[in-house]
């Protein structure tokens, strides 16, 4: 081999080196545009999970919802059904399974009265994010707006 051919093969041999390590950069540049927009694809907004949650309580009638002639009459909560049976019964809790732990809170209308706090066994205190949503609250044939708090957390 001669002068000539040595050169021509070290230069290519240069070349493919380089356009290799190229071409590795942006097929890994590539996969990871292609996982990061995978993950922003399948992530769920914060509030979205005490949203279902609050729906929960609010529209099921073996829940808190309020029943009238066996119709559920959604948004409404009945003041006799809120309590920890209700709670135990509508949201319960296992070893097995881990849920979200969660506290219900229903600012109570009467002035002289305490708010009413229901929460789920596994709560333990503190919340990941707390949701505020407005409800209507049936107790004695009387049905008014209030706010119902609800604490999630997700430890």
Same mark, same amino acid.
């Given at each position: %081999?001669?002068q +000539?051919?040595?050169? =021509?093969?070290?230069? +290519?041999?240069?070349?493919? %080196?380089?356009?290799?390590? @190229?071409?590795?950069?942006?097929?890994?540049g #590539? %996969?990871?545009?292609?996982?990061?927009?995978?993950? +922003?694809?399948i992530? !769920?907004?914060?509030?979205?999970r005490g949203?279902?949650?609050?729906?929960r309580?609010?529209?099921?009638?073996e829940? #808190?919802?309020?029943?009238?002639?066996?119709? /559920?009459?959604?948004?409404?909560i009945? !003041?006799?059904?809120f309590?920890?049976?209700g709670?135990?019964?509508?949201?319960? @809790?296992?070893? =097995?399974?881990?849920?979200?732990?969660?506290? !219900? /809170?229903? $600012?109570?209308?009467?002035?002289?009265?305490?708010?009413?706090?229901?929460?789920?066994?596994? #709560?333990?205190?503190?919340?990941?994010?707390?949701l505020?949503?407005?409800? $209507? @609250?049936?107790?004695?044939?009387?049905?008014?707006?209030?706010?119902?708090?609800?604490?999630?957390?997700n430890g």
């Amino acid at each position: %081999m001669n002068q +000539k051919g040595i050169f =021509d093969v070290t230069r +290519k041999s240069i070349y493919w %080196m380089i356009a290799g390590i @190229v071409i590795t950069l942006v097929v890994l540049g #590539f %996969m990871m545009t292609l996982s990061s927009y995978k993950s +922003k694809l399948i992530s !769920l907004p914060e509030g979205l999970r005490g949203e279902f949650i609050a729906l929960r309580f609010t529209n099921i009638g073996e829940c #808190f919802a309020y029943q009238n002639e066996g119709q /559920t009459e959604s948004g409404t909560i009945d !003041l006799s059904k809120f309590n920890i049976e209700g709670m135990q019964r509508c949201y319960p @809790v296992t070893e =097995d399974e881990p849920v979200s732990a969660v506290r !219900l /809170t229903l $600012k109570n209308k009467n002035i002289n009265s305490e708010d009413i706090i229901v929460q789920s066994a596994n #709560f333990k205190g503190g919340s990941t994010y707390d949701l505020k949503k407005r409800v $209507k @609250v049936y107790s004695d044939n009387d049905i008014y707006l209030t706010d119902l708090l609800i604490e999630v957390y997700n430890g």
